[in-house]
Protein backbone atom coordinates (compact mmCIF):
# COMPACT_ATOMS: atom_id res chain seq x y z
CA UNK A 1 0.00 0.00 0.00
CA UNK A 2 1.39 3.60 -1.19
CA UNK A 3 2.28 6.12 1.86
CA UNK A 4 -0.64 8.44 -0.10
CA UNK A 5 -3.00 5.57 0.24
CA UNK A 6 -2.16 5.06 3.96
CA UNK A 7 -2.52 8.34 5.26
CA UNK A 8 -6.66 8.42 4.20
CA UNK A 9 -7.06 4.93 5.68
CA UNK A 10 -9.14 5.97 9.62
CA UNK A 11 -6.98 5.84 12.66
CA UNK A 12 -9.71 2.67 14.19
CA UNK A 13 -8.51 0.69 11.54
CA UNK A 14 -4.65 1.22 11.62
CA UNK A 15 -3.38 2.42 14.93
CA UNK A 16 -3.50 -0.90 17.01
CA UNK A 17 -0.99 -2.84 15.17
CA UNK A 18 1.61 -0.05 15.64
CA UNK A 19 1.08 0.56 18.95
CA UNK A 20 4.20 0.01 21.44
CA UNK A 21 3.02 1.73 24.77
CA UNK A 22 1.99 -0.55 27.74
CA UNK A 23 -1.04 2.39 28.60
CA UNK A 24 -1.77 5.05 26.48
CA UNK A 25 -4.39 4.00 23.74
CA UNK A 26 -4.70 0.32 25.10
CA UNK A 27 -8.79 1.58 25.58
CA UNK A 28 -9.67 3.36 22.44
CA UNK A 29 -12.82 5.05 21.45
CA UNK A 30 -12.79 6.59 17.74
CA UNK A 31 -15.32 8.61 15.79
CA UNK A 32 -15.91 9.97 12.70
CA UNK A 33 -17.35 13.10 13.55
CA UNK A 34 -17.87 14.92 16.75
CA UNK A 35 -18.27 18.40 18.44
CA UNK A 36 -14.59 18.12 20.30
CA UNK A 37 -12.31 15.35 21.32
CA UNK A 38 -11.84 17.18 24.96
CA UNK A 39 -15.91 16.88 26.34
CA UNK A 40 -16.10 13.13 25.09
CA UNK A 41 -12.71 12.02 27.13
CA UNK A 42 -14.23 14.03 30.34
CA UNK A 43 -17.54 12.16 29.78
CA UNK A 44 -15.57 8.50 29.42
CA UNK A 45 -13.28 9.52 32.36
CA UNK A 46 -16.19 10.51 34.26
CA UNK A 47 -17.55 6.39 33.82
CA UNK A 48 -14.52 5.22 34.59
CA UNK A 49 -12.14 5.32 31.95
CA UNK A 50 -8.76 3.78 32.83
CA UNK A 51 -5.35 6.01 32.43
CA UNK A 52 -4.35 5.92 28.96
CA UNK A 53 -7.69 5.79 27.12
CA UNK A 54 -7.20 7.65 23.81
CA UNK A 55 -10.37 9.55 21.86
CA UNK A 56 -9.67 10.01 18.44
CA UNK A 57 -11.88 12.09 15.75
CA UNK A 58 -11.68 12.39 11.80
CA UNK A 59 -13.73 15.79 12.38
CA UNK A 60 -14.26 18.24 14.94
CA UNK A 61 -16.99 20.63 14.39
CA UNK A 62 -15.96 22.42 17.50
CA UNK A 63 -12.34 21.95 18.28
CA UNK A 64 -10.88 24.32 20.69
CA UNK A 65 -7.46 25.50 21.75
CA UNK A 66 -6.29 27.65 24.73
CA UNK A 67 -8.78 30.81 26.22
CA UNK A 68 -11.48 29.74 24.04
CA UNK A 69 -10.10 29.85 20.46
CA UNK A 70 -11.48 27.68 18.01
CA UNK A 71 -8.87 24.87 16.28
CA UNK A 72 -9.13 24.20 12.62
CA UNK A 73 -8.67 21.15 10.93
CA UNK A 74 -9.01 19.39 7.99
CA UNK A 75 -11.06 16.19 7.94
CA UNK A 76 -8.79 12.79 8.09
CA UNK A 77 -5.71 15.16 7.12
CA UNK A 78 -4.23 15.30 10.55
CA UNK A 79 -4.15 14.41 14.67
CA UNK A 80 -6.78 14.98 16.78
CA UNK A 81 -6.92 13.31 19.63
CA UNK A 82 -7.50 13.20 23.71
CA UNK A 83 -6.36 11.30 26.35
CA UNK A 84 -7.68 10.49 29.69
CA UNK A 85 -4.86 10.92 32.56
CA UNK A 86 -4.94 10.03 36.17
CA UNK A 87 -1.36 10.74 36.84
CA UNK A 88 0.22 9.80 39.99
CA UNK A 89 1.18 13.83 40.67
CA UNK A 90 0.48 16.36 42.89
CA UNK A 91 -2.56 18.76 41.62
CA UNK A 92 0.38 22.15 41.70
CA UNK A 93 2.32 19.85 39.06
CA UNK A 94 -0.19 19.36 36.65
CA UNK A 95 1.34 21.87 34.36
CA UNK A 96 4.46 19.58 33.86
CA UNK A 97 1.56 17.32 31.91
CA UNK A 98 1.42 19.81 29.43
CA UNK A 99 5.45 20.32 29.15
CA UNK A 100 6.00 16.27 28.76
CA UNK A 101 3.62 16.67 25.90
CA UNK A 102 4.72 19.54 24.26
CA UNK A 103 8.55 17.79 24.48
CA UNK A 104 6.63 14.59 23.00
CA UNK A 105 5.10 16.02 19.97
CA UNK A 106 8.58 18.12 19.25
CA UNK A 107 10.48 14.55 20.11
CA UNK A 108 8.16 12.93 17.33
CA UNK A 109 8.55 15.36 14.54
CA UNK A 110 12.20 15.43 14.94
CA UNK A 111 12.47 11.62 14.64
CA UNK A 112 11.36 12.32 11.37
CA UNK A 113 14.17 13.03 10.32
CA UNK A 114 13.18 16.11 8.19
CA UNK A 115 15.59 19.33 8.25
CA UNK A 116 13.50 21.16 10.64
CA UNK A 117 14.11 21.88 14.46
CA UNK A 118 10.80 22.01 15.93
CA UNK A 119 10.42 24.47 18.40
CA UNK A 120 8.27 25.01 21.55
CA UNK A 121 6.17 28.56 21.76
CA UNK A 122 5.17 28.70 25.62
CA UNK A 123 3.00 27.38 27.09
CA UNK A 124 2.25 24.41 23.90
CA UNK A 125 2.34 25.01 20.86
CA UNK A 126 5.10 23.70 18.30
CA UNK A 127 6.38 25.80 15.84
CA UNK A 128 8.12 24.52 12.65
CA UNK A 129 9.76 27.70 10.56
CA UNK A 130 8.05 29.88 13.14
CA UNK A 131 4.32 28.43 12.44
CA UNK A 132 2.09 26.64 14.28
CA UNK A 133 1.66 22.93 13.45
CA UNK A 134 0.32 21.90 16.99
CA UNK A 135 -1.75 22.63 19.50
CA UNK A 136 -2.56 21.52 22.79
CA UNK A 137 -5.21 22.08 25.37
CA UNK A 138 -5.19 20.16 29.15
CA UNK A 139 -8.34 20.34 31.54
CA UNK A 140 -8.16 18.54 34.66
CA UNK A 141 -10.88 18.02 37.26
CA UNK A 142 -10.10 17.27 41.49
CA UNK A 143 -12.62 14.93 42.97
CA UNK A 144 -10.02 15.06 45.35
CA UNK A 145 -5.97 14.39 45.34
CA UNK A 146 -6.49 10.54 44.72
CA UNK A 147 -9.09 10.93 42.14
CA UNK A 148 -7.83 13.68 39.78
CA UNK A 149 -8.08 13.19 35.75
CA UNK A 150 -6.34 15.48 33.57
CA UNK A 151 -7.90 15.64 29.66
CA UNK A 152 -5.23 16.00 27.43
CA UNK A 153 -6.01 17.48 24.10
CA UNK A 154 -3.56 17.39 20.63
CA UNK A 155 -4.14 18.47 17.49
CA UNK A 156 -1.20 18.00 15.06
CA UNK A 157 -1.61 19.25 11.53
CA UNK A 158 -0.13 16.13 9.82
CA UNK A 159 -1.34 16.24 5.77
CA UNK A 160 -3.29 19.39 5.82
CA UNK A 161 -1.98 22.04 2.37
CA UNK A 162 -4.64 24.52 3.26
CA UNK A 163 -5.71 26.95 5.65
CA UNK A 164 -8.39 29.60 6.48
CA UNK A 165 -6.98 32.87 5.01
CA UNK A 166 -6.64 34.18 8.41
CA UNK A 167 -4.31 31.00 9.79
CA UNK A 168 -2.48 30.90 6.39
CA UNK A 169 0.58 33.15 7.01
CA UNK A 170 0.77 31.15 10.89
CA UNK A 171 -0.11 27.52 10.38
CA UNK A 172 1.80 24.86 8.54
CA UNK A 173 1.54 21.12 8.40
CA UNK A 174 4.16 18.36 8.57
CA UNK A 175 3.38 17.50 5.20
CA UNK A 176 3.54 20.97 3.52
CA UNK A 177 6.94 21.11 6.30
CA UNK A 178 8.33 18.01 4.53
CA UNK A 179 7.03 17.73 0.64
CA UNK A 180 5.45 14.44 0.92
CA UNK A 181 2.47 12.52 3.05
CA UNK A 182 2.76 11.19 5.92
CA UNK A 183 1.06 7.80 7.34
CA UNK A 184 -0.91 9.35 10.53
CA UNK A 185 -1.40 5.63 12.51
CA UNK A 186 2.65 5.02 12.89
CA UNK A 187 2.62 8.61 13.66
CA UNK A 188 0.28 8.89 16.49
CA UNK A 189 1.79 5.27 17.51
CA UNK A 190 5.29 6.92 17.88
CA UNK A 191 3.96 9.88 19.55
CA UNK A 192 2.27 8.15 22.13
CA UNK A 193 5.53 6.26 22.93
CA UNK A 194 7.19 9.53 23.64
CA UNK A 195 4.96 10.89 25.84
CA UNK A 196 4.20 8.17 27.95
CA UNK A 197 7.94 8.38 28.37
CA UNK A 198 8.05 11.63 29.28
CA UNK A 199 5.12 11.36 31.78
CA UNK A 200 6.72 8.68 33.21
CA UNK A 201 10.12 10.27 33.83
CA UNK A 202 7.71 13.12 35.70
CA UNK A 203 7.60 11.23 38.69
CA UNK A 204 11.07 9.51 38.26
CA UNK A 205 13.11 12.83 38.48
CA UNK A 206 9.86 15.69 39.45
CA UNK A 207 10.08 16.82 35.65
CA UNK A 208 13.71 17.76 35.26
CA UNK A 209 14.34 15.68 32.40
CA UNK A 210 11.78 17.07 30.56
CA UNK A 211 12.19 20.89 31.72
CA UNK A 212 15.73 21.01 30.48
CA UNK A 213 14.37 19.08 26.91
CA UNK A 214 11.50 21.67 27.06
CA UNK A 215 13.58 24.46 27.45
CA UNK A 216 16.65 22.99 24.70
CA UNK A 217 13.42 23.82 22.14
CA UNK A 218 11.75 27.18 23.72
CA UNK A 219 11.30 29.57 21.21
CA UNK A 220 12.83 33.40 22.14
CA UNK A 221 14.50 32.10 24.74
CA UNK A 222 17.32 35.15 25.86
CA UNK A 223 15.08 37.32 23.75
CA UNK A 224 12.50 40.08 24.62
CA UNK A 225 9.29 38.96 24.35
CA UNK A 226 5.51 40.90 24.98
CA UNK A 227 2.77 39.09 26.99
CA UNK A 228 -0.70 39.79 26.28
CA UNK A 229 -3.37 39.20 29.17
CA UNK A 230 -6.42 37.21 28.59
CA UNK A 231 -9.11 40.32 28.19
CA UNK A 232 -6.60 42.98 29.31
CA UNK A 233 -5.72 45.53 27.27
CA UNK A 234 -2.08 45.51 29.35
CA UNK A 235 0.84 44.16 28.24
CA UNK A 236 4.60 43.35 29.61
CA UNK A 237 8.01 43.24 27.82
CA UNK A 238 11.15 41.68 29.40
CA UNK A 239 13.39 38.73 28.33
CA UNK A 240 12.52 35.36 28.44
CA UNK A 241 14.68 33.32 30.90
CA UNK A 242 12.88 30.19 30.87
CA UNK A 243 10.50 28.38 32.95
CA UNK A 244 10.47 27.96 36.76
CA UNK A 245 10.15 24.29 38.64
CA UNK A 246 6.46 24.32 37.78
CA UNK A 247 6.05 25.37 33.65
CA UNK A 248 5.83 28.90 34.64
CA UNK A 249 7.04 31.25 32.11
CA UNK A 250 10.18 33.24 33.55
CA UNK A 251 10.49 36.70 32.19
CA UNK A 252 13.06 39.10 33.31
CA UNK A 253 11.18 43.01 33.17
CA UNK A 254 12.31 47.02 34.37
CA UNK A 255 10.37 45.54 37.67
CA UNK A 256 12.87 42.25 38.14
CA UNK A 257 12.40 38.67 37.43
CA UNK A 258 8.19 37.85 37.25
CA UNK A 259 6.52 34.85 36.56
CA UNK A 260 3.29 33.69 34.63
CA UNK A 261 0.85 31.00 33.97
CA UNK A 262 -0.26 29.43 31.00
CA UNK A 263 -3.72 30.37 31.76
CA UNK A 264 -2.97 34.01 31.96
CA UNK A 265 -1.51 35.50 28.77
CA UNK A 266 -0.36 34.57 24.96
CA UNK A 267 3.31 35.53 23.99
CA UNK A 268 4.63 37.64 20.96
CA UNK A 269 7.58 38.08 19.81
CA UNK A 270 8.69 41.46 19.20
Same mark, same amino acid.
Given at each position: !??????????????LP????T??????LR /?????????P??????????? @???????? *??TA?????G???????? *????F?LV????????????I??????A?A??I????A???????????????? *???C? !???????????????? #??I???????D??????A???????? /????L???P??A??????E? +??????? +????A??Q??????A?L??????????????V?G???????L???R????E????F??G??T? @?? #?
Amino acid at each position: !MSPERATLLPLAETLPQHLHTRRLGRSLR /TYDVIDSTNPTATRWAHEGAP @HGSLVIAE *QQTAGRGRQGRTWHAATG *QNLLFSLVLRPDLPPTHFNLITLAASVAVAETIASLGAPFFPQIKWPNDILLDS *QKCCG !MLLESSLASERDAVVV #LGIGLNVNQRDFPDELDATATSLCLQ /TGRPLQRAPLLASLLTHLEN +DLDSLAD +DQGAAVRQAYTKRLAGLGKFITLRFAGRTDTVTGRLLGIDDLGALRLETAEGIQLFHAGEVTT @HA #L
